[in-house]
């Protein structure tokens, strides 16, 4: 349930009528507030989530797979309008994915939050999307 509500969200930024840099900006924003809100507020959440990751992993990489398959063309959108260099939008969108994914995964997030020696999730977001330029 959950993480077809992360798909559905991150498949309606996909589709705005946006720049790619923006439409990957706010996905990154909406999945770190979803997970802060959704999976990290609720204790009993949280805890079938890291079961979830724990034993589904399957089921966990077939998102992850889709979620880059919508970064990859947003990625591509953004490489037709000049806005990314010239680049192969799958392997893209899983570096993209790699450098935001302290922002996304559940574990990842609850682990950093009281951190003071951590990038924050702007200074993240747009390191990643200087590296697509």
Not at 21 to 38: C, D, F, I
Not at 43 to 68: C, S
Request: net charge negative; charged share 30%; hydrophobic share 45%.
């Amino acid at each position: 349930r959950m993480l077809g509500a992360s798909y559905a969200m991150a498949y309606e930024i996909s589709r705005l009528p946006i720049s790619a840099e923006e439409r990957l900006r706010r996905y990154v924003h909406a999945q770190y507030k979803m997970t802060l809100e959704v999976m990290l507020d609720d204790q009993k959440v949280h805890e079938m989530v890291i079961v979830a990751l724990e034993r589904d992993w399957g089921v966990i990489d077939k998102h992850v797979d889709r979620i880059h398959d919508l970064l990859a063309d947003v990625i591509r959108d953004g490489i037709e309008a000049g806005e990314f260099r010239k680049q192969d939008p799958v392997i893209a969108s899983r570096c993209f994915g790699a450098s935001t994914v302290i922002l996304c995964h559940p574990q990842m997030v609850a682990q950093c939050l009281a951190k003071t020696n951590r990038a924050m999730p702007d200074d993240l977001i747009d390191y990643a999307i200087r590296a697509l330029k």
